[in-house]
C-alpha cells in the first residue's frame, strides 16, 4: 500500500519569510494529492490539492509542486504571517481512494 | 448547509463503558471514514466504508466497530473503554465527484 512521508515535523520561521514542507509518496499510482491545515482545536481541512498531470498549482500565496518522476510534492508557503501557524498534512490516494496521510508538520510563524 | 456532524463533541468516561460515537453527514457522499487523532499529531485511520453495507478495517486496531446502515450515518463503537482510547476522533466522508475528505469538528474522548 501507499506510504508517505513527510518533513520537517517541525518549522518555525519568521513572518514575512517563506515556508516549505516536503512530502515523498511510494506508490506510483497515486495521483492526487492534497494538502490538509489543521489549526488548533480545528478540523483539518483542505487548503490545496493538486494531481499528477500537473507540475504545480497556486493559489494566493500557496502553491504545491510535484515531481511524479521522483514521487515527491511540496507545498511552498510565500510571506508567511501568524495565522499561517498549524499543523499541515499532506496526503497521497488514487482516485481519491485509499488516501493516506503524512505524520504532519507543525508550523509556527513568529511575529 | 452541506457539513458534517459529529456528536458528542466532548465525552469524559469510566474504564469498561461501552460507548457510540455519532457521525451524520450531508454532504450527499458515499464514502466515510473514522480517524483516531491525538491533538495535532498524525491521523491514524480506524475504519472506512465505501457505501451502504460496506466497512472496512484502518490501519490502527482500536477495538471498536462500524455499521453503515444509511449513506449519512456511520456511527463508531467502543464496546469496553480504556484509558488508552483517550484521544480526538474525526469523522471524513468524500465522494468520486469531489476529491478531498471533508473533515467533521471531531469528538474529544477521556477515558478515567
Known amino acids: 500500500g501507499e506510504n508517505v512521508e513527510q518533513h520537517p515535523s517541525t518549522l518555525s520561521v519568521q513572518e514575512g519569510d517563506s515556508a516549505v514542507i516536503k512530502c515523498t509518496y511510494s506508490?506510483?499510482?497515486?495521483?492526487?494529492f492534497p494538502w490538509y491545515k489543521q489549526e488548533l482545536g480545528k478540523r483539518p481541512q483542505l487548503i490545496i490539492d493538486?494531481?499528477?498531470?500537473?507540475g504545480e498549482k497556486k493559489d494566493q500565496r500557496i502553491a504545491v509542486t510535484l515531481n511524479k518522476t521522483a514521487k515527491h510534492f511540496s507545498l511552498h508557503i510565500t510571506e508567511t504571517q501568524p495565522e499561517d501557524s498549524a499543523v499541515y498534512f499532506c496526503a497521497a490516494s488514487i482516485w481519491n481512494n485509499d488516501m493516506r496521510f503524512g505524520a504532519g508538520t507543525r508550523l509556527t510563524v513568529k511575529p | 448547509e452541506a457539513d458534517i456532524y459529529q456528536t458528542p463533541r466532548y465525552l469524559v468516561i469510566g474504564t469498561g463503558k461501552k460507548i457510540t460515537l455519532e457521525c451524520s453527514q450531508t454532504?450527499?457522499?458515499?464514502?466515510m471514514y473514522w480517524y483516531q487523532q491525538d491533538p495535532g499529531m498524525e491521523l491514524h485511520l480506524i475504519h472506512y466504508s465505501y457505501g451502504v453495507n460496506s466497512t472496512e478495517k484502518g490501519d490502527l486496531s482500536s477495538e471498536s466497530t462500524v455499521s453503515r446502515i444509511r449513506t449519512e450515518h456511520f456511527p463508531l463503537t467502543l464496546e469496553s473503554a480504556r484509558p488508552s482510547h483517550t484521544s480526538q476522533y474525526l469523522c471524513?466522508?468524500?465522494?468520486?465527484?469531489?476529491?478531498?475528505?471533508?473533515f467533521g469538528p471531531g469528538t474529544r474522548l477521556t477515558v478515567l
Open positions: 493538486i494531481r499528477s498531470n500537473v
Open positions: 506508490d506510483s499510482a497515486s495521483n492526487y
Open positions: 454532504m450527499g457522499h458515499d464514502k
Open positions: 471524513a466522508s468524500s465522494d468520486q465527484q469531489r476529491e478531498g475528505q471533508f
